[in-house]
């Protein structure tokens, strides 16, 4: 049994039959896991910044408006340590909608499972916290936790224990069984435009049983075309001609081929692809060229992940950059590797690699591309565009062959912007 899916048992068997509904977690765990993703009291308290989940994943707590559990910045802001000097996250807060139904997190693919995503953040760098801290982390997070009465008894209701009984590794089961139960109930509202176009034309929302997210893409807009032909097309508000052609660049495998990668209903695919953010970020600062001469590793003893790989890249620091899921990939057993393909090319095609993140909210999730680089969608895209001529020339280090694909035209985008507009839910 993997070590995440012990965890997941683990903190299923930590809820007491009252705890539960039909094998869900109840109202008491749910209570419990809400107030502590707000609890900005985990954080170090050597550091100048109080911090919770909630800070880098708001939903209406900010005057600048709504956000769909991700916050306004480029890179979310950490606490600052004088041992380690930064204000910046690694990367941009991703949306939590949607996120119980994946079996990988981070864009990196840190964590496989919410569980082990919860613990790692409350001892990790976004509270504060630097490596070989742990231990310290979770013994002042339970010390909080000890000398809140309210909390003592929420923890009664939701699991049948006295708080002041449990050492600290059993109030951190608890803990990340609670945060994580919460989280799994950020569902998006699948109340968009797009979809109420769907419903009305009778698409199907999801590929079907083996079908794969390229094949259900064409199959799709084969299914929009003919409709369109025979003047059946009908038309939600917020859904016209404008965003009807953008989805048909965006499943057209001679256009956007962005099916392939951001199929509905979750528009991502749980894998990872290089587009060459990363690249583009290091030779801004280091020069062309310079990424696709990075000495990488790739051989499966290498030791992933490495600090100096997992690093914001700076002008000071030529040998720091951010290669995401190349840190940690399992060459031996990823899903993603291809048959017949050796380890040591797999880690090679991973460089640079990113999760995909999904195209559902894009309204309330900006800026985007896991480095905040891209302020809007039309920026984003043009973005996009400029580093698959990159790819398509041969200049992109890594590139996926799926993006390598992508044809897309500068007049292409205004269309296509608008249909990502329209997989916003209503409000």
């Known amino acids: 049994m993997s070590r995440n899916l012990a965890l997941l048992y683990l903190a299923l068997a930590l809820l007491p039959a009252a705890a539960r509904e039909g094998g869900r977690p109840g109202p008491a765990v749910l209570r419990l896991g809400e107030r502590l993703f707000g609890d900005d009291r985990f954080s170090t308290p050597r550091g100048d910044l109080p911090a919770s989940c909630l800070t880098c994943h708001l939903n209406d ?10 916050d306004f910045l480029a890179r979310s802001w950490v606490p600052w340590r004088s041992s380690d000097p930064r204000r910046n996250e690694l990367r941009n807060s991703p949306t939590l909608l949607d996120v119980g139904e994946l079996d990988t997190l981070h864009f990196d693919g840190e964590f496989g499972s919410l569980e082990a995503l919860v613990r790692g953040t409350l001892a990790g760098r ?15 997070a339970a010390a909080v936790l000890k000398r809140d009465a309210a909390y003592g008894e929420q923890f009664r209701a939701a699991y049948g224990v006295d708080l002041q009984t449990l050492d600290a590794d059993a109030v951190m089961q608890r803990v990340a069984a609670a945060v994580s ?16 176009f769907a419903a009305l034309n009778g698409l199907d929302a999801a590929p079907a049983a083996g079908e794969d997210s390229k094949a259900f893409g064409r199959r799709l807009l084969a299914r929009v075309r003919g409709l369109e032909d025979a003047r059946r097309l009908r038309f939600p508000a917020g859904f016209s001609s404008r965003e009807l052609a953008g989805l048909k660049v965006f499943l057209a495998p001679d256009a956007g081929n962005c099916a392939v990668c951001h199929a509905p209903p979750l528009f991502a695919d749980n894998a990872f692809h290089n587009i060459g953010v990363s690249q583009a970020e290091y030779d801004s600062l280091h020069g062309d060229g310079s990424f696709g001469r990075l000495e990488i590793p790739d051989s499966g003893d290498a030791k992933r992940p490495a600090a100096q790989f997992r690093e914001i890249p700076d002008r000071r620091k030529p040998g720091c950059a951010d290669l995401g899921y190349w840190n940690f990939a399992d060459p031996e057993r990823s899903r993603w590797r291809r048959p017949g393909e050796t380890p040591a090319a797999f880690l090679r095609r991973m460089i640079g690699a990113f999760k995909t993140p999904t195209l559902r909210n894009l309204g309330r999730t900006n800026p985007y591309l896991h480095n905040g680089i891209a302020a809007t969608l039309q920026a984003t895209l043009e973005e996009m565009l400029r580093l698959n001529a990159l790819a398509r020339r041969g200049e992109l280090r890594a590139a996926d062959a799926e993006f390598t694909a992508i044809r897309l035209a500068p007049e292409d985008l205004p269309a296509l912007v608008a249909f990502l507009d329209a997989l916003n839910d209503r409000p």
């Open 61 to 70: 707590q900010d005057p600048q408006g709504r956000r769909a559990h991700a």
């Open 126 to 140: 976004p509270m504060g916290w630097l490596p070989g801290e742990e231990t310290e982390a979770f013994a002042h």
């Open 181 to 196: 139960a919460h989280v799994r109930r950020l569902r998006s509202a699948r109340t968009s435009a797009y979809d109420r």
